[in-house]
């Protein structure tokens, strides 16, 4: 090898080395995710001109015709200036693209090449380009534009060097390019996940992050943020709100609300509206019947009759920040007023959401205990008041939480009947109570009578005359020892259902007691209507004697009643031997309180009956 072809080898080195540099460095720069197409596009041009040491660096995308090269970005190296999407396009032969659809690169190193493209070669003389090497951008094997190297002056002779560097550049267009259509991909799907496809508003994950991003900067003494949720319901004969008729709503909400709040929609059929600004109550309130009357009335134009009703929440009711809690205070409310009577705007009450909380975890506990058979019964002894005797007990339901700690029904009962535990629980107390009452001694042929409550959900269960019976079946007890107790509640719905009822639980042989006698409205017309037994006087009569006038001329009324009528009657909460007497004055034989005794569990309940016999 001659000393020359030894330099030209190392001069070709040298080149190969300080192009692949360029590329690292170029890499380095560009593939950043902060970095976006016209930058990328920026730093590969200037890149590439002071590389080549070439006066202009275009990118040009290929149109649809493959006729047309459209300017994406210009850049002149001796000012330095970077013009984005000059708008210049240029319109070139079919041979133009047949070439660069051939090649690595083209060189073109002569004016008289430039002959085969009218409007390349009236470009290239017009800014003195003598020789141009113009690399293809490929993305998936289709060609897709082209980044041109232009030499302006003398024709110049590429090295092979700079045929890769040029077509290495065409692949980091290519690569910039890709990755920006990606990223436009990715931010479309992005905003489809985050945006309502009918109304083009935000959904409830936008908005989620919205609300999370705002709460974040407040602090302890700010008024705090506001959520008001729009629940719209159509006319009752077309159910749900159609999205043609939502997108009507957006409409009409984005026109008042303009730049003042962020709109979005959270539900099928439901709004949420999050003020840029803090709002007091009475702000937020107009607001929200500003929303409602817009919506109703515009609505109403077009012929759709709808009601809406609103919730507010403020971020000063949460105990820690948190948007999802916002939103669904707001949504709560807004279930309130809609399931309300007077009013369509509610604003979120945190102690009664508190008070909701904590019956949930109430009807939690009672589910667990009594899977895990710690719902139990006590009874409390109905006696004689002239000797004390007792003559029968009354089961009463008790919960034992998971700490141990028993509760009386009067903590549990209505939680238990409003979601429907009541049933099941009462038919374990119809069995477990007359097993139990199964094993009381008799005295003289007389066997203690049992008493269970009947709530009025269970009153009300077309299989409750079955389940009464199959308890007595199961259990072998008499059903002369069985009376069922019933309050007002249970009677009240309907008195033709509830005479046939208890008529049914009579031919069984059970007796029927009115528990709470003297509290309703219709207790005395009960009397003649129903078939009853027994009347249990209720305690606020009896907590006034003896020196009440009025208790003590009600409770002497009741017994006159009673005696003339058959019915038995029984004095409840009697706590004092001067109570005891006035009810024996007024002819009451039979009562039942902390007197006499206190509610027991099953065992000391047996016990007590055997010192009957002493």
């Not at 909400?253 to 109550?281: K, S």
């Not at 007990?393 to 535990?421: K, Q, T």
């Not at 009600?554 to 004092?576: P, Y």
Request: contains cysteine; glycine residues 8%.
């Amino acid at each position: 090898m001659s000393a020359r072809q030894a330099g030209e080898r190392q001069e070709h080195g040298a080149w190969a080395r300080r192009h692949n540099h360029a590329l690292v460095s170029l890499a380095r720069r560009v593939w950043q995710d902060d970095c976006s197409l016209q930058t990328a596009l920026a730093v590969i041009c200037e890149t590439a001109a002071d590389t080549l040491e070439v006066e202009r660096v275009n990118v040009w995308r290929i149109g649809e015709d493959a006729h047309t090269l459209e300017c994406l970005h210009h850049y002149q190296r001796s000012t330095g200036e970077h013009v984005p999407k000059p708008g210049v396009a240029l319109h070139v032969g079919p041979g133009y693209g047949a070439l660069l659809d051939e090649v690595r690169v083209v060189d073109y190193a002569g004016a008289a090449r430039f002959d085969i493209d009218g409007g390349l070669s009236e470009y290239l003389r017009r800014h003195g380009i003598g020789s141009m090497l113009d690399a293809p951008v490929r993305i998936a094997g289709e060609l897709v534009g082209v980044a041109c190297h232009e030499h302006v002056g003398p024709v110049r002779v590429w090295s092979p060097e700079d045929h890769a560097f040029a077509g290495s550049i065409g692949d980091y267009v290519a690569m910039a390019c890709e990755i920006d259509r990606r990223r436009n991909l990715e931010g479309r799907v992005r905003y489809l996940e985050l945006h309502d496809p009918h109304t083009d508003l935000p959904n409830r994950d936008h908005l989620l992050e919205v609300v999370h991003s705002a709460l974040r900067p407040m602090h302890g003494d700010d008024t705090g943020l506001v959520a008001i949720h729009l629940h719209i319901d159509a006319s009752p004969h077309e159910g749900d709100a159609d999205n043609a008729l939502l997108v009507r709503v957006a409409d009409c909400l984005r026109g008042e609300l303009g730049e003042t709040a962020t709109l979005a929609r959270v539900r099928g059929d439901a709004f949420a509206v999050l003020p840029h600004r803090h709002l007091h109550e009475t702000e937020a309130l107009n607001l929200a019947e500003r929303c409602i009357a817009l919506i109703e009335e515009g609505l109403a134009a077009q012929g759709t009759q709808t009601v809406v009703s609103a919730g507010i929440a403020f971020s000063r009711d949460l105990a820690a920040p948190s948007a999802d809690n916002l939103l669904r205070n707001a949504e709560t409310a807004s279930h309130r007023a809609r399931n309300g009577r007077h009013n369509r705007c509610e604003v979120f009450d945190a102690e009664h959401h508190r008070g909701l909380l904590a019956r949930l975890k109430i009807e939690r506990g009672l589910r667990e205990a009594f899977a895990d058979g710690r719902i139990r019964l006590q009874y409390q002894p109905e006696v004689r008041i002239d000797d004390g005797r007792w003559l029968a007990a009354e089961a009463l339901l008790r919960w034992v939480d998971e700490d141990g700690v028993m509760h009386a029904a009067c903590e549990f009962i209505d939680i238990a009947e409003a979601c429907g535990l009541i049933v099941p629980f009462g038919r374990w107390v119809l069995v477990e109570a007359c097993r139990e009452a199964r094993r009381w001694p008799q005295h003289g042929g007389f066997a203690p009578k049992l008493r269970v409550n009947l709530s009025a959900r269970q009153f009300e269960q077309a299989g409750l005359v079955d389940d009464v019976a199959r308890a007595l079946t199961e259990t072998g007890l008499q059903p002369g020892r069985l009376c069922l107790e019933l309050t007002e509640t249970a009677l009240l719905p309907d008195l033709g259902v509830a005479a046939q009822t208890l008529a049914r639980l009579r031919e069984l042989g059970v007796s029927i007691a009115l528990d709470d006698f003297g509290v309703g409205y219709s207790s005395l017309a009960y009397l003649k209507r129903l078939p009853i037994d027994v009347l249990k006087l209720d305690r606020s009569f009896v907590a006034g004697l003896p020196h009440d006038p009025y208790d003590l001329a009600i409770v002497q009324a009741v017994s006159g009643l009673a005696r003339k009528t058959g019915i038995e009657i029984v004095a409840e909460g009697v706590e004092t031997h001067a109570q005891a007497d006035a009810l024996r004055a007024c002819g009451i034989e039979r009562a039942q309180g902390f007197l006499y005794a206190r509610p027991c569990d099953g065992d000391a309940l047996l016990r007590g009956f055997a010192t009957q016999d002493d």
